[in-house]
């Protein structure tokens, strides 16, 4: 490997807020899904709490990834 320092990134939008939505809703049930299933939750009510943590937790997601997505953008100083 030589030394060079790889090609920046393309510039892209952030995703969807509807994406951010679906993965921490999917990610909440995974989660809540074994701790139900542990504590004999119903499964619809792992459902309805997955959506509602999905859908709180989805701005802030977002947010982060427009930051993420800003600072890719930024050159590295010179070291």
Do not use: D, K, N, Y
């Not at 510039?11 to 809703?25: C, I, N």
């Not at 997955?50 to 701005?59: D, E, R, Y």
């Amino acid at each position: 490997m030589t030394g060079e320092p790889s090609p920046p990134l393309p510039p892209r939008p952030p995703r969807p807020l509807l994406v951010h939505f679906a993965v921490a809703s999917a990610v909440a049930f995974l989660a809540l899904l074994v701790l139900g299933l542990i504590l004999g939750a119903p499964f619809l009510a792992i459902v309805a709490i997955s959506l509602v943590i999905g859908l709180a937790v989805a701005p802030s997601l977002r947010r982060a990834e427009i930051r993420a997505l800003a600072a890719r953008e930024q050159p590295e100083p010179p070291a």
